[in-house]
């Protein structure tokens, strides 16, 4: 262990800061002299640079309690520190900032103090640059804010001219409340939006009032209370889901526990990780460094080998440690050199040739423009880009100067490219406008003196090199990166070569990586055995199996393990989960029906890729990179496509592997057992089970329960789940067997049964991995929620809950390594919702409590009791493979415990009570029994019983949706319904099945329809369990004088218009030809509604669809509230509100469409036309 005595005088910090000033040192060089010594095993330098590193984010908040927690640290050194961070906090907050630097929300609003009194609404926006300090305040709006009303040129035009890198908006509220209004939150998601794609940080929207401030990013934000944190500018774009609306009025805020590392970002500068890549570890670096620390004591030699954009390398890049970096495209081999390799480097030098490249006027065509411009690149840029290039070559005095030119270029470029972040492809809008602006790349020469970087095949570089700790993040899919990343390596190595197809790509044969072909285990295998190291960390995302194949991982958990073993010993633990291939599980009958086509034929890659292609043909796979003719058959559902069209659709896509396509898609049906399709000479064959299931109208739920009643762990079908693992359970049975023990707990302790909520399902159901603790499992859960709820306030309960949590995922892992335990704890939430959603589909499991808790069907105890009585979850034991399919097709198997006359009468007893109860309720309401109903059960056999529990499971479902219509008429169920879809972004449940669910509830209290009839599959307890099925309208409703159907969705993209345009159109004409006898409406109801999908709409209704008009009303959520809202109204004046109220308004929509001269217009206008009508009801009323 080096000693700070070992270190030459003049370097020391002490001695640094007397003869060079403060400047000249590091953060930790200042921390190390106000620390003055150092532990056991670190002298003070290395101690203060592992508080750095450990806190850096949050250094200015860090608490004595935090200091402590690092070993050899005592009180007296922790109180040192944490007082001079207190000290100089101190004198900030009575002197103010200075120069104007915006730190925080009471910053902003000192510098707009004068709109806080405004009688009517400003906008003002605040311009920061990097270091947060004003560049320029300007008022964007008077009056009242409306998203309508904000464009975000007036906001991020006067960004981009400043170069601004951030900017803080402020908005008044005269009334005095500050909380965020509804037209408050949706001009915040529409400035996210914009912000994002412009590349400017939204740091704050506040809203000021004369004597209160609400700051979004204070409400949301706990444990950074500035907004900048070690140099490192934070924004709004941190702190939100992306696939959520970004601003919502409660926020879900994403937890971190590593922080960034330091950003010291100066004018003019840009960094490393300041680039778009697939695969960047940049946010997971905080858990890389802890694996290091714990692992690896000490090192001299850190080799990252497949580099990438070489954040993590640089992580560990001090002068004391030897950095080897390589990557094999020469578009990372060029920055990697620049930021790890260059020692020196007239940064002055470079800023005057960056000044004159910057400073290129190009008018001229060239290379870069002629194949790059008008798609990938505005045309000025692309011209401006290959004129740059070329200028380098003549410029750079030196190879070294060459790679940092060539950096700055790689790195703009990234800025201003009009894609998603990679070059697979570019977007059709060319939308991205930002000019060109090169910045000088700002990282520490002396830090690269001993440092190594090249460009090899990792694999022959092994062979020449030795390290300390040797880092391996290869590619783990068949995604090649040097085709997401030709256009970057094209402009790299400046060959000019022909390129090809739409993408514009190169020839890239030299170029392609082993890891992303069949090979890849072999390839990890060899670099593995002849790396000279101390230490190996991998990083490998198994993804299991992706709906897009490409993403699936080419070597498998047990192929890394047995790799590994081969060095050392390797501990893997994990949860049990469903895989989410199934995505839409009605569509499992149309894949197999295409299967069953080519029965009988090896499925071999040949026929692998020939099955995909018959996926393409009949539009159950809709590829990516489409020509506009070819889209054309996806968009219109009635044109027919040939096989060879599909053919060339599929061979379009240049898949690495096409075969794997094939695979990927017939797994689903493998694994259910009602197909056998193995990647062999073998025939395919549709089993037992699957030609029933194609035969026969076989439910879906049904077929669910009977698959996980056999589905085990470990199975000789899965590779993921083994014995060696610890996995021996079937893991529904034991989840039914958990919510039963617990149950039983809690009536022990004096309770009422109420299930295990959602919580705790996802934490203790997944970690269930041994049939033989499902008692233990239960007890721990009893104590997890006992201890939630023994808290005196809703503080201290979420302080348990994470403590505990963090705890049980320790031991279950076996481990205290934190970055493990928090990616085990956010992987069991998306576990757990995943398999709540698809055992809910047998019916046997119930959602209570709100949503929040599941339970057992209690209108399955007969069979539940049975079940659990005779399956105590234990796993069979088969032989082989082809035995585990052979029983999960067997449509004799398993035997149900309850399928014997004495039983199912008691089944069938029970449903008559049931059913018996709900005509009672019901009265004169209920329509004619059918003949069906309440047979001598005792003179029924087994098979007669059956069929009359299904019958009467039918007609209870009935019952059920006519006491909601009638139950739907009360005014405080109206006003659930209103809040609730107020509040569904925020909804415990899928929020698509839940919009459907409400949508079906609000149209039974809406009016006096003769039906409301959704099309989602339901429980028992009449809840859906999922989506309507894809070839069926969301809802079916039945009036008096017309019908209607109903779809909604919760997607506001262009996504909406693709999964919803055309199929709505074609369900509306559909459904009118089944009921010809009355006029069709469709209601579509959508959160936003995207322009493509208004004007598809104006189309049909305007010109017609297939021969004739349609009638589609299109209304957003919140508009469709304020219908809902009418009826409360006038339910409390004790009105009535009927069906033709309904048609009245429909009509007065459709009608607006004679009067208006584009969509756009028409969907301005539906608000007001909506208001008119409530007035008018009320009126008339």
């Not at 990372?332 to 006027?361: A, D």
């Not at 559902?637 to 017939?666: H, L, T």
């Not at 509830?1001 to 859906?1024: H, M, R, S, W």
């Not at 608000?1167 to 008119?1172: E, L, V």
Request: aromatic content about 10%.
């Amino acid at each position: 262990m080096a000693k700070l005595k070992d270190i030459p005088q003049i370097d020391r910090p002490r001695e640094r800061f007397l003869e060079k000033g403060p400047d000249a040192l590091s953060k930790s060089e200042l921390l190390a002299i106000l620390l003055g010594s150092g532990i056991k095993g670190k002298n003070v330098k290395q101690l203060s640079e592992q508080i750095i590193r450990k806190f850096s984010n949050r250094f200015l908040d860090i608490t004595v309690d935090d200091l402590l927690e690092i070993p050899g640290i005592g009180k007296a050194k922790a109180l040192q520190i944490v007082s001079a961070l207190a000290l100089v906090k101190r004198f900030y907050e009575e002197l103010g900032p200075k120069d104007n630097i915006v730190l925080s929300a009471q910053d902003a609003v000192s510098l707009t103090s004068e709109i806080r009194d405004k009688k009517k609404e400003y906008l003002v926006c605040l311009y920061l640059n990097a270091r947060n300090a004003l560049l320029k305040k300007e008022i964007i709006s008077i009056g009242t804010l409306d998203k309508s009303l904000i464009h975000p040129r007036e906001i991020f035009g006067p960004a981009v001219e400043l170069r601004a890198a951030g900017v803080v908006l402020l908005h008044n509220h005269p009334s005095g409340d500050v909380e965020p209004s509804k037209q408050d939150i949706e001009v915040i998601n529409k400035i996210l939006e914009a912000g994002k794609i412009m590349g400017v940080n939204v740091v704050d929207f506040i809203i000021v009032s004369e004597k209160d401030l609400h700051s979004v990013f204070q409400s949301s934000q706990k444990e950074i209370t500035h907004y900048v944190s070690d140099g490192m500018q934070h924004s709004l774009f941190d702190l939100f889901e992306a696939d959520q609306q970004i601003y919502t009025p409660t926020i879900k805020k994403i937890h971190k526990v590593y922080f960034y590392p330091e950003s010291r970002v100066r004018a003019g500068r840009f960094q490393l990780q300041n680039r778009r890549y697939l695969g960047n570890k940049y946010k997971l670096l905080g858990f890389i460094e802890d694996i290091v620390n714990e692992k690896c004591n000490s090192f001299s030699v850190f080799c990252d080998i497949f580099a990438g954009t070489g954040v993590v390398a640089e992580r560990f890049n001090e002068k004391n440690i030897k950095i080897i970096a390589n990557d094999f495209l020469a578009s990372n081999f060029i920055p990697l050199k620049t930021f790890l390799g260059t020692s020196k480097i007239n940064f002055e030098e470079i800023g005057h040739k960056i000044n004159l490249l910057n400073g290129l006027k190009a008018t001229d065509d060239n290379y870069f423009s002629e194949n790059f411009g008008n798609t990938y690149f505005t045309l000025e840029n692309a011209r401006k880009i290959g004129a740059i290039r070329e200028k380098i070559n003549e410029l750079s005095n030196n190879e070294d100067e060459k790679s940092v030119l060539i950096t700055s270029l790689l790195y703009a470029v990234d800025k201003v490219a009009n894609t998603v972040g990679h070059y697979d492809a570019f977007r059709k809008k060319l939308d991205t406008v930002q000019p060109l602006q090169l910045l000088v790349p700002d990282f520490e020469p002396e830090n690269n003196i001993n440092n190594e970087i090249y460009k090899e095949d990792a694999n022959q570089l092994i062979r020449k090199i030795n390290c300390d700790v040797l880092y391996i993040d290869p590619p783990y899919n068949s995604r090649q990166y040097s085709d997401a990343y030709h256009l970057l390596e094209n402009l790299a190595t400046w060959e000019k070569p022909i390129v090809h197809g739409k993408a514009k790509k190169m020839d890239r044969s030299h170029i392609k990586s082993d890891y992303c072909l069949q090979s890849a285990a072999k390839a990890l295998a060899d670099l593995i055995v002849n790396a000279n190291c101390k230490h190996i960390l991998l990083s490998y995302n198994n993804t299991g199996e992706s709906k897009d194949g490409r993403s699936n991982a080419r070597i498998s958990d047990e192929q890394i393990v047995n790799i590994l073993k081969s060095r050392g010993d390797v501990d893997m633990k994990k949860p049990w989960s469903i895989s989410t291939t199934v995505r839409n599980p009605e569509r499992l009958r149309d894949f197999l029906a295409v299967l069953k086509q080519m029965e009988g034929q090896p499925f071999n890659s040949e026929n692998q890729i020939k099955y995909q292609i018959l996926l393409i043909q009949n539009k159950l796979y809709r590829p990516t990179n489409l020509t506009k003719e070819q889209e054309e058959y996806f968009d219109d559902i009635e044109k027919e496509m040939s096989f060879d069209v599909a053919k060339e659709i599929f061979v379009a896509q240049n898949y690495e592997d096409p075969a794997m396509r094939g695979r990927n898609s017939v797994a689903p049906l493998n694994k259910m057992g009602l197909c056998i399709a193995k990647n062999s000479a073998d025939g395919v064959k549709i089993t037992s089970l699957g030609e029933y299931f194609l035969s026969h109208d076989y439910d879906l739920g049904k077929l669910f329960f009977i698959h996980f009643l056999k589905w085990q762990l470990p199975n000789p079908a899965s590779r993921t789940f083994s014995e060696n693992d610890g996995f021996n359970i079937k893991p529904f049975i034991g989840s039914l067997h958990l919510i039963n023990e617990v149950n039983k707990l809690w009536i022990k302790a004096g309770n009422e049964p109420i299930g295990i909520s959602k919580d705790e399902f996802s934490l203790f159901a997944p970690t269930l991995i041994d049939y033989k603790n499902i008692r233990q499992q239960a007890k721990r859960l009893i104590e997890y929620r006992t201890g939630i709820r023994s808290q005196k306030d809703d503080k201290s309960k979420k302080k348990y809950r994470v403590a505990f949590r963090k705890e049980f995922a320790k031991s279950f892992l076996e481990t205290n390594k934190s970055g493990e335990v928090e990616k085990l704890l956010k992987n069991l939430k998306d576990y757990g919702d995943n398999a709540i959603r698809y055992f809910r589909l047998t019916r046997f499991l119930h959602i209570r409590g709100g949503g929040f808790y599941v339970d057992l069907e209690l209108r399955r105890a007969i069979e539940l009791k049975k079940l659990l009585a005779t399956d105590n979850a234990v796993p069979l034991a088969f032989k082989n493979t082809d035995q585990y399919i052979e029983y999960l097709a067997d449509l004799k198997q398993p035997i149900l415990p309850w399928e014997t006359k004495e039983e199912l009468e008691k089944i069938a007893i029970s449903l008559d009570n049931d059913v018996q109860n709900y005509i009672k309720d019901l009265e004169s309401k209920a329509e004619k029994i059918p003949a069906f109903v309440f047979q001598e059960i005792e003179k029924l056999d087994t098979e007669k019983l059956k069929l009359y529990i299904e019958e009467l499971r039918a007609y209870r479902r009935k019952l059920q949706e006519l006491e909601i219509h009638f139950k739907s008429q009360d005014t405080s169920k109206i006003q659930e319904y209103i809040d609730a879809l107020k509040n569904i972004h925020q909804s415990e449940n899928k929020k698509s099945i839940e919009l459907e669910k409400l949508s079906a509830l609000a149209l039974n209290a809406l009016n006096d329809a003769l039906e409301i009839k959704p099309n989602y599959p339901v429980g028992d307890d009449n809840e859906p369990t999922f989506t309507a099925p894809a070839n069926k309208p969301d809802i079916e409703c039945f009036y008096e004088k017309f019908n209607s159907v109903c779809e909604v969705t919760m997607l506001t993209d262009r996504s909406q218009w693709y999964n919803e345009g055309q199929p709505v159109m074609r369900h509306v004409r559909e459904f009118e030809e089944t009921h010809a006898e009355k006029s069709t409406y469709c209601l579509f109801i959508a959160p936003r509604l995207h322009q493509d999908t208004v004007e598809t709409f104006w189309m049909s209704i305007k010109y017609g669809y297939k021969g004739a008009a349609q009638r589609i009303v299109p209304l957003s959520i919140s508009q469709f509230i304020r219908l809902l809202e009418s009826l409360l109204e006038i339910k409390k004046q004790g009105k009535r509100f009927t069906h033709g109220e309904l048609l009245n308004l429909y009509e007065q929509i459709l009608n607006l469409t004679n009067h208006v001269a584009h969509s756009e217009e028409w969907i301005e206008q539906i608000p007001d036309t909506i208001t008119s009508w409530q007035k008018s009801i009320l009126v008339r009323q």
